[in-house]
Each structure stands twice: as C-alpha cells, then as structure tokens.
C-alpha cells in the first residue's frame, strides 16, 4: 500500500500535555489544537516528501528511507535522523520522540509521538 495522497486530521488525543512537554508556549497550544492540519505524502519507492500544513505552518520533510536526512520537527529545529519501514509503517526517533506513522488502511493514516510516558496521537482521513 502507498502512502502517496492528501490526508485531513480527523482525530487527535493527548495534544496538550504533549505540545507542554516538547516546550511549545502556551499561546500556540491554543492556537493550533482546534486546526485540522493537512498532510501530503508523495512516495516514490523509498523516496518521501512529507508537507504538513497547520494554519499558516508550512513543514516539509524530504527523506529516503534508511538514509539520514535532515528533519524539521514540530518545534521548527532542524535534526538529523533516519526513517525506517516495517510494511505499513514509517519510524523515527527526533529527540527523544518516537514517532509511528502507520497506514492503517487506504484511507487512515495514524501518527503516533511518545515521550517518555506522554503518547500523541493523529488520526487523519484521504481526502
């Protein structure tokens, strides 16, 4: 299954206490928990380009997987990581955070980030 396509969050769980713990102020907690962010995955064999966009907030990611690549995370900061993939899963590890994106089924996409005991979790839906 690819995940190539235009995916609209339906569902999130933990949004707060998890945004607090990776240092985000306030103000953009507020701002950004009631936005239905929108991602877009291109998928060429191993090649991703991943854009998500959140109000204003444009992030894109470009990687191939098992090969480092520099990845901007939820914060703005520029890191070095790999992604691998095992079937219908992509995971990273960005500072401490374990990130899951899983294709649940063609229209489902599930991402989930855990620190330390807090687990973050997107659900979005194929547009």
């Given at each position: 299954?690819?995940?190539?396509?235009?995916?609209?969050?339906?569902t999130?769980?933990?949004?707060e206490?998890?945004?607090?713990?990776i240092?985000?102020?306030?103000?953009?907690?507020?701002?950004?928990?009631?936005?239905?962010?929108?991602?877009?995955?291109?998928?060429?064999?191993?090649?991703f380009k991943?854009t998500?966009?959140?109000?204003?907030?444009?992030?894109?990611?470009?990687?191939?997987?098992?090969?480092?690549?520099?990845?901007?995370?939820?914060?703005?900061?520029?890191v070095?990581?790999?992604?691998?993939?095992?079937?219908?899963?992509?995971?990273?590890?960005?500072?401490?955070i374990?990130?899951?994106?899983?294709?649940?089924?063609?229209?489902?996409?599930?991402?989930?980030?855990?620190?330390?005991?807090?687990?973050?979790?997107r659900?979005?839906?194929?547009?």
């Amino acid at each position: 299954m690819s995940f190539s396509g235009k995916y609209q969050l339906e569902t999130q769980e933990n949004f707060e206490p998890f945004m607090k713990a990776i240092g985000l102020p306030d103000d953009l907690i507020q701002k950004g928990k009631d936005i239905k962010s929108i991602s877009e995955i291109e998928e060429t064999g191993d090649n991703f380009k991943v854009t998500v966009t959140t109000g204003t907030k444009v992030l894109v990611n470009i990687f191939t997987i098992g090969q480092e690549a520099e990845l901007e995370t939820v914060t703005g900061e520029k890191v070095k990581a790999v992604v691998e993939r095992e079937g219908n899963k992509l995971k990273v590890c960005l500072k401490g955070i374990v990130s899951v994106t899983e294709l649940v089924d063609g229209n489902t996409i599930v991402n989930t980030m855990t620190l330390g005991g807090i687990v973050y979790k997107r659900t979005s839906k194929r547009m």
